[in-house]
């Protein structure tokens, strides 16, 4: 009796105490990252970022046939709990619960999804040099819902009078001139990115990311996105994700509680990159530069994460690859890229690549040399040791070269001999054909701006840009001789495409809406774009190039059934007589030609 007594009172006592610690340590979750995945990825873990008052402090439980938790990792802060959990692939599809114990007590669920991986979900054909890049940035693009401009969960409201400020251009205007594209020959889309960025001010560059799994409402939602892809997709054309892994924006939710200090490089006071990526190969650099280049934040509202924090790394493999799978993405371009942990980002490519091994994915590695650019590609000798994963770059020191080449006559090393020189050097490379070419982007100067509107250089651009060696990738509105100063500010080259919002006065992406110099010029890239699509010999033909003469260049690129002989006249009359007597090794065996511009 005695006995019963004590046990019972001792009962009470523990129920009782779980009250009070519960209620006086409140338990909730408020997020689960990813609250979805796949069954049958190459890669059966998953990491889950599960994220609410007090989670990290309890016991979580998952009862699903298939799936095992293989570790659950608490950090300083207890509103954080990582599980990993092995996914077998006799596990079964649907909605699956994780139950939270503290003290044998069930004290809060999470929901959690799962798929079968769709057996098409392999990426086809990624984007190569057959493919021509367009890249355009949404808010400036096209307004395709005025509804959603502003919304009540986003801070920024739209100004179209302010350059730097939100214009209201979504995924739905994306969709709305996907002919408009197609009809231009364009077969891959590089949007920038399209994931919330809650900032206060400038948050159309969207580069400032505040939530990693959800696209910005005034774009549209994930449905939106995965929609733009299918849309792409009925057409035979390819999407390109911006991935943004070295910094996210001030407003993530994570900043206001980081899982751990780690979780991002921090200094006493706000401490900037130096911006000298040369400092990741120098051989002389001093570990000072080297660590504010790699650690220094990119700007006061962009916190750099730290790809060397284990748990983070995982969350952002996993989570391109979620969209990946989600969406059937074809591409990846990655922002900043030498920025981020090199070695890290060697595991992130990996991870990806495992489970999409055809992909291509294309780093933005802004030097000015190819010897710095080749450092960054996969399969480059490099004497540190350094060996990248990057499947592909970008050739910034061409677009030095068209920036001037076309103002200037040929000497030693000005003019159109800039390119010869400059392709002289791609032996440094493993892959010259998988370099990302351009003569303009969303950062720097518009090339019809740099040439004063003159609409013979600019065809001058595209035609060697469409015919060189690499994968071309061209920026919205020059097609139709769209201008912007960089010293004006980025908001002068990302003006809004005209007609792309209901109320403008003309419609550009239609030819009653074009004028005449325009259509020109539109005609003109039309042409030559719709060309190269069924020309292998521009994709992969070998290349023969001429030194310069009298502001001539002469390529040739050809391929067992074709020859094609690319001509740029850098000079003022249009009609020039060439003498061929020079091009007899690329000419001899035929007797016609034809010139695919007229
Ligand atoms: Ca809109």
């Avoid at 054309?237 to 910094?247: E, P």
């Avoid at 259509?519 to 774009?529: M, R, S, T």
């Amino acid at each position: 009796m005695t006995q019963l007594k004590k046990l019972i009172i001792s009962f009470f006592f523990i129920a009782f105490t779980n009250i009070i610690f519960s209620e006086t340590l409140k338990i909730s979750i408020n997020r689960i990252e990813p609250s979805s995945w796949w069954i049958g990825m190459n890669n059966k873990e998953l990491q889950l970022l599960i994220y609410g008052k007090n989670i990290g402090i309890t016991e979580p439980s998952i009862n699903i046939p298939g799936i095992k938790i293989t570790n659950i990792c608490r950090t300083k802060n207890s509103n954080y709990l990582f599980l990993y959990l092995y996914i077998s692939d006799d596990t079964k599809a649907g909605n699956y619960e994780i139950s939270f114990f503290l003290n044998k007590k069930n004290v809060a669920k999470a929901n959690f999804q799962l798929f079968q991986r769709k057996q098409d979900s392999q990426i086809k054909k990624s984007f190569t040099s057959s493919d021509v890049i367009y890249l355009l940035m949404p808010d400036r693009f096209s307004n395709g819902n005025p509804l959603n401009d502003a919304t009540s969960e986003t801070f920024e409201k739209p100004n179209r009078s302010n350059p730097n400020g939100r214009h209201g251009g979504d995924i739905e205007g994306i969709i709305d001139h996907l002919d408009y594209l197609k009809e231009l020959g364009i077969t891959t889309i590089w949007s920038t990115p399209l994931l919330e960025d809650n900032m206060n001010e400038y948050s159309y560059h969207t580069y400032a990311i505040t939530d990693y799994y959800k696209i910005d409402p005034r774009y549209g939602k994930n449905e939106d996105y995965k929609r733009l892809a299918d849309e792409l997709h009925k057409r035979n054309m390819k999407l390109i994700f911006d991935l943004v892994t070295n910094h996210c924006g001030y407003n993530h939710w994570w900043i206001k509680d980081l899982p751990d200090s780690t979780w991002i490089h921090q200094f006493d006071k706000f401490t900037r990159t130096n911006y000298q990526v040369s400092t990741l190969y120098d051989p002389y650099a001093s570990d000072y530069d080297k660590n504010i280049c790699s650690n220094g934040w990119f700007d006061n509202s962009m916190p750099d994460l730290n790809q060397n924090n284990s748990h983070l790394l995982k969350y952002l493999t996993q989570n391109i690859i979620w969209w990946i799978e989600y969406a059937g993405i074809d591409g990846i371009r990655i922002d900043t890229y030498p920025y981020n942990d090199k070695i890290a980002m060697n595991e992130l490519l990996k991870s990806i690549i495992k489970e999409y091994p055809t992909i291509n994915i294309v780093g933005e590695c802004w030097v000015s040399t190819p010897q710095e650019i080749s450092y960054w590609q996969k399969g480059a000798i490099n004497k540190d040791g350094y060996s990248s994963e990057l499947p592909a770059v970008m050739d910034f020191p061409l677009m030095y070269i068209f920036h001037s080449a076309f103002n200037e006559d040929d000497s030693w090393n000005s003019g159109l001999r800039r390119f010869y020189n400059h392709f002289t050097l791609d032996f440094i490379y493993p892959n010259p054909n998988n370099i990302l070419i351009f003569f303009e982007n969303h950062d720097t100067p518009r090339f019809n701006e740099l040439v004063n509107g003159d609409i013979r250089k600019t065809k001058m651009a595209y035609s060697l840009l469409l015919t060189i060696r690499g994968i071309p990738q061209i920026y919205y509105g020059t097609e139709i001789l769209m201008r912007g100063d960089k010293n004006k500010g980025d908001g002068d080259i990302r003006r809004d495409f005209p007609g792309g919002w209901p109320n403008d006065n003309r419609n550009a992406f239609s030819e009653e809406g074009r004028t005449k110099e325009e259509n020109e010029l539109f005609n003109y890239v039309k042409k030559i774009l719709n060309w190269r699509i069924n020309n292998e010999v521009i994709h992969t033909g070998k290349t023969v190039q001429y030194l310069p003469e009298n502001n001539i260049y002469v390529f040739f690129r050809c391929n067992d059934n074709k020859t094609v002989m690319v001509i740029t006249n850098n000079h003022n009359t249009e009609k020039r007589k060439v003498d061929l007597s020079r091009y007899c090794q690329m000419i001899k065996n035929f007797s016609i030609g034809y010139d695919i511009i007229t």
